[in-house]
């Protein structure tokens, strides 16, 4: 039964460490086909450019498909929310004028401009525009949710917006999963929240020439393998165009999710320098455990390709005792090459409270309390919190709850989840 306890106290701290990604609510929402949900979210920034964000990996059916030409306009009125090769090939003409608008239901205009496909995503431009000015719900509310047609249900990915001084204009980006080769038409959803808080939803049909998308310049199959700690990871395929990268793969690894974007430290290197790596995501669905991870565009001329697993979830049993009789808040314990703070113990007649600090990624698995009375388990951990330091270093800081009246002595840990360091590399063969 301590066992068990123990397994749900290790969960809620691992539980309390995560963000739900972006879209999350948007894909389940239309996977259970409930009621629109009505819970608020954060609002967009107004003058900047929004934060982007990989959701969770949901995919369809795919088809593996190379357009034999490219795409020969440019979609103007972008070019505050596009940056480095998308820029590029905005500029280059490689865009499909959409021009179709929908009215909201506040008077709000939405137009969708144009799209950029490729064999890993599409990316959509589209305005709001409300000469009286956007509303500050239709600011938090609105958004774009997917895109549906022949064989085709991609959701949105990540999107960019901003908005002119006067509160006229919002221009933005979202892109989203690929979507069929043999769709030759699609369809926009979106949805928007009235005035009395109820949520509607309304889309846009607009025409789609999938024998136009940019063509793939390396589609191959990888099939690497890399043992890490709790498992491996299986690097599966690589799909590269003129504006993106993705590697697909699958992973059998143990307790994967207990650290926070596992896959973030995988790099991709091309001629020797690292591309920018654009998201990541994984899932574990009745499909299989899969990750996909995003890049930016590969250099026109390539010489080498190699995948570099720098950093990845590790895990290390311990039997540490750490003494709670003299702690300083400024000492340092050392813990699997980590570090550990004990900030705070404390006794309230009922109970103890243990209050540390560790870097982020740390999280601390089979703890025990040894006191006076004997040995506590772990009860529930609270009022976890980043704080950043002075020199940039960024910790977690919770208190652990022991049901215990007797005087800590000793914090047991038996081992430690953590981003270890393996520098194990793949090449990928450019023949």
Do not use: C
């Not at 021009?99 to 506040?106: G, S, W």
């Amino acid at each position: 039964m301590k066992r068990v306890e123990r397994l749900l106290t290790d969960e809620r701290e691992r539980i309390g460490s995560i963000t739900a990604p972006d879209g999350l609510e948007e894909r389940l929402r239309h996977a259970l086909a409930r009621t629109p949900d009505k819970r608020k979210r954060s609002r967009a920034p107004k003058l900047t450019v929004a934060a982007m964000a990989l959701a969770l990996l949901v995919s369809t059916v795919g088809y593996n498909y190379e357009g034999f030409a490219y795409y020969g306009q440019r979609i103007l009125g972008f070019d505050e929310v596009m940056t480095g090769t998308l820029k590029e090939l905005n500029a280059a003409g490689l865009g499909q004028t959409v021009n179709r608008h929908a009215i909201l239901q506040d008077g709000t205009e939405l137009i969708v401009s144009g799209v950029i496909a490729d064999a890993n995503q599409i990316i959509l431009y589209y305005a709001l525009r409300n000469p009286e000015g956007i509303n500050e719900r239709t600011q938090q509310f609105f958004r774009l949710s997917r895109l549906t047609g022949f064989w085709t249900n991609s959701f949105a990915d990540w999107g960019t917006t901003t908005m002119n001084d006067e509160q006229t204009e919002l221009v933005g980006t979202v892109s989203f999963e690929s979507v069929s080769p043999f769709a030759k038409k699609l369809t926009l959803h979106f949805s928007e929240q009235t005035e009395d808080h109820r949520v509607i939803e309304g889309s846009l049909t607009f025409p789609y020439h999938p024998d136009e998308a940019i063509q793939a310049q390396i589609r191959q199959s990888l099939k690497k393998e890399i043992a890490v700690d709790q498992g491996t990871i299986t690097f599966g395929s690589i799909t590269a165009t003129p504006l993106s990268t993705v590697i697909k793969g699958t992973w059998n690894v143990n307790d994967l999710d207990r650290i926070r974007l596992p896959f973030d430290g995988i790099e991709l290197i091309a001629n020797g320098k690292s591309v920018l790596m654009e998201g990541s995501g994984f899932e574990h669905s009745m499909k299989g455990k899969r990750f996909e991870l995003r890049y930016d565009a590969l250099p026109k001329e390539l010489e080498s390709l190699q995948l570099a697993v720098r950093e990845f979830p590790g895990y290390e049993k311990l039997a540490e005792k750490v003494s709670l009789k003299l702690v300083s808040p400024t000492e340092t314990i050392s813990l699997a090459g980590r570090e550990l703070w004990i900030r705070d113990v404390k006794t309230n007649g009922k109970s103890a409270e243990i209050t540390l600090a560790t870097d982020v990624d740390v999280l601390l698995d089979g703890v025990s309390l040894e006191t006076t009375l004997g040995t506590t388990e772990l009860r529930t951990t609270i009022g976890q919190k980043e704080k950043k330091r002075e020199d940039g270093r960024i910790l977690k800081e919770r208190t652990l709850l022991f049901d215990s009246t007797g005087q800590p002595e000793y914090l047991q840990i038996q081992g430690i989840h953590y981003k270890k360091t393996y520098d194990k590399f793949v090449e990928i063969p450019l023949d």
